[in-house]
């Protein structure tokens, strides 16, 4: 079954529409991709599988549930947590803050929310040392986040997601500006997390892409035009049209 | 520790230096000032409209005071209730707001209080304020003398440092930094973004009023300007020069603020000059305000020292 489900999810801008008639399926436990060129609507559908907007038609299922519409607030705690393709973090906060406000959200009861120490929460605190130590930044666990280098940030705004012990992890580019080898590290990353989290995965880098993912959608102006598995996507002629295009052709 | 001590040493020194009145105001006006840092500095939000709850407070407590003759705890009590339920309602109309929409909002309302008071003579005294407040005694024991209530009020300032400094330091308090950190990321992990605005414009309001009714309870009297927008954008003043990035701040800033306006006032008519010359050096130059400037001396200090 289907953990993740969208029907013809649609997102209109005025004349623009960024999202057209997506219809997608994540079986738990997978790793799905989602690849298309820039400007393909890639992350305006993880905005709306977030929350961030409503859609403008169609529905979202997750695990049963319609949960089309649900505010961006609501989404974390029903359990899916995303990761963005700009870094997105808490710049003053320690890397072990960063991570802790993120356990926190997803943690009950919140007793003491105003009186309470923060540190007093043995384990929302154990929570986040273990997401930060999954992304390798656990010696760093003090450090302001300001003063971490763009490889370690993608990994922090990795972990941030991590921290609220998600079922379906929606990672944005995580790759996004890093060098070949803070890039082998990720997908090393990426590749350690398969299994424990169902994966949805946008990205750019084919090779990365061919080499983690279980199945892979491919969309091109808003639409998806072809879904399977790797060897299917990298075979098929209208994909390598649309995208591979002059590398492939 | 260390800081709390040099607080508690100055709570001891100041009615040596300056007047009672004029200590007993630094106190309030810390308690403002610590309501507004914790909207400024941990949440990010500019509340340009904060004596809306200062006053608020101060005139209902005020009345309730003089016509009803209620006691000192049940003033204090209406004054936190009052400060509380006004920031609620004006805070549910703004923190849907963000950036200038928000801090227009805040101002506008303010006007709106403000010119409520100045219309509605029979309770207020409008443009004369509301005299002849009396201030009640205190489980028997009188704090009509000033160094009596300056004591009081010392009393009830470290009684809002320590929860103030409970409060920030809570989960609650991390997560107001959070929305002044990263607004988009807050709300995506799950926070209702809007909600916790609204309880920390509450949590000002309720000690703002707290240092309306103290304010009302000082001077015997409620003057108009005490829900004015002058006394809003006085507090922001204050905070900022203080250091908005700090506990502390608002506290130097409030010491910095009244004994000026108290004293050099007094020489030199034109004083706001000398605000606004220190204004001007802190949004160039410190915008940690005094704390920074403090830190910053200390630290290159020890750098010459050591180097």
Known sequence: MALLETDGLTKSFGALTAVNGVSLRIEAGKLHSIIGPNGAGKTTLF????????????????????????????????????????????????????????????????????????????????RARAALSDVGLLSKAEVPAKQISHGELRQLELAIALAAAPRVLLLDEPAAGLSPDETRKMVALVRALKGRYTIVLIEHKIDIIMSVSDRISVMHFGSLIAEGTPEEIQRNPEVRRAYLGGVAA | MRTLLLIVISILLLPLVVRPAIASEIWIFAIFGLALNLLLGYTGMLSFGQSTFFGSAAY?????????????????????????????LVGYLCVQRSGLYFIMLTFALNQLFYFIAYQWTSVTGGEDGMPGIPRPSVLGLSIQESYWYYAFISLLFLLSLWAMK??????????????????????????????????????????????????????????????????????????????????????????????????????????????????????????????????????????????
């Open chain 1, 47 to 126: 905005n709306l599988l977030t929350g961030t907007f409503p859609p403008t038609s169609g529905t979202i299922v997750f695990d049963g549930k319609d949960i089309t519409g649900t505010p961006a607030a609501r989404i974390a705690h029903l359990g899916l947590a995303r990761s963005y393709q700009r870094t997105t973090v808490f710049p003053a906060f320690s890397l072990l803050d960063n991570v802790w406000v993120a356990a926190f959200a997803t943690s009950r009861p919140w007793k003491g929310l105003l009186f309470k120490n923060a540190h007093e929460y043995p384990q929302v605190v154990e």
């Open chain 2, 60 to 88: 209902v407590a005020g009345w309730l005071l003089k016509h009803y003759g209620i006691n000192v705890f049940a003033a204090l009590g209406v004054g936190v209730g009052v400060g509380a339920l006004s920031a609620l």
């Open chain 2, 166 to 307: 409970r409060i920030v330091e809570s989960p609650l308090g991390k997560i107001l930094q959070a929305i002044r950190e990263n607004e988009v990321r807050a709300e995506a992990v799950g926070y209702d973004v809007p909600r916790f605005k609204l309880l920390a414009f509450v949590i000002a309001g309720a000690f703002s009023g707290l240092a309306g009714v103290l304010y009302a309870m000082l001077f015997g009297i409620v003057p108009l300007e005490a829900i004015g927008f002058v006394v809003s954008g006085n507090v922001v003043f204050a905070t900022l020069i203080g250091g908005s990035g700090s506990l502390y701040g608002p506290i130097i800033g409030s010491f910095v603020f009244i004994w000026l306006s108290e004293s050099v006032s007094t020489m030199w008519a034109r004083w706001p000059l000398l605000l606004g010359v220190a204004f001007v050096i802190v949004v160039l130059f410190l915008r940690g305000g005094v704390v920074e400037a403090w830190t910053r001396f200390w630290t290159w200090r020890s750098s010459k020292q050591t180097g």
